[in-house]
């Protein structure tokens, strides 16, 4: 199946500091790829839906100006938290679908902020 | 927009127990999918229904779409412990998720 690859897989960060997560389709190419937020124990919660050369569209309740979303190229989606705080600590997780069918996970970064 | 909503949120089973999960939609659903999770890793591709009243099957695993298509279930036959993990649903209209059903199986 697809390869989706997701980096860092954890990172600790101070807080105030912003921290970057990358999300790459390795063997196909996404238009469209999707983030998710999950608190442990609890569902999937999708934050955004990034759209490769135009905006993110985001969900209700999501701060856009807080989780910037760049989706420069085909294979390239990034998430940035901006100035994270404690309660931004967190599962990441983005998804891509190469043919508009089943959804491919990378494997997650998990979000520390001290 | 589309709700999805899943039950129960948490089963506890004996090995070799059955096991199902339900999802339901506000609305109807083009098509739904099912994923699984283990604990610690990402959720993975189960099955997808397209179908009004499509079942399918895969070797324990039992999908059902209803013929209104606004629910779904996953049935697991005589479970494993290799069946533990949380086990969600999403219609492909909107990627949103159903909460999820967390299995454990006690050996």
């Known amino acids: 199946g697809a390869v989706v690859s997701q980096h860092p897989s954890w990172v600790i960060c101070k807080s105030g500091t912003s921290v970057k997560i990358e999300c790459r389709s390795l063997?196909?190419?996404?238009?469209?790829m999707f983030w998710y937020r999950q608190f442990p124990k609890q569902s999937l919660m999708l934050m955004a839906t990034?759209?490769?050369?135009?905006?993110?569209?985001?969900e209700q309740g999501v701060e856009k100006d807080k989780f910037l979303i760049n989706h420069a190229s085909l294979t390239l989606s990034t998430l940035t938290v901006t100035s994270a705080h404690p309660e931004d600590s967190s599962f990441y997780i983005c998804s891509a679908q190469p043919s508009g069918g089943e959804l491919f996970f990378g494997e997650g970064s998990r979000l520390t902020v001290l | 927009g589309q709700q999805v909503m899943q039950i129960p949120q948490y089963q506890h089973v004996q090995e070799g127990e059955d096991f199902t999960t339900y999802c339901n939609s506000s609305?109807?659903?083009?098509?739904i999918q099912w994923y699984k999770q283990r604990p610690g890793g990402h959720p993975v591709f189960l099955i997808q229904?397209?179908?009004?009243?499509e079942v399918k099957k895969q070797k324990r695993l039992t999908f059902q779409f209803g013929e209104a298509k606004k629910n779904s279930s996953l049935h697991i036959t005589a479970t494993q412990t290799t069946d533990v993990g949380t086990y969600f649903c999403a219609g492909q209209d909107d990627m949103r998720f159903g909460a999820g059903t967390r299995l454990t199986v006690k050996p």
């Open positions: 990034s759209n490769e050369g135009s905006k993110a569209t985001y």
């Open positions: 229904l397209v179908k009004s009243g």
């Open positions: 063997d196909f190419q996404a238009t469209t």
């Open positions: 609305t109807t659903l083009s098509n």
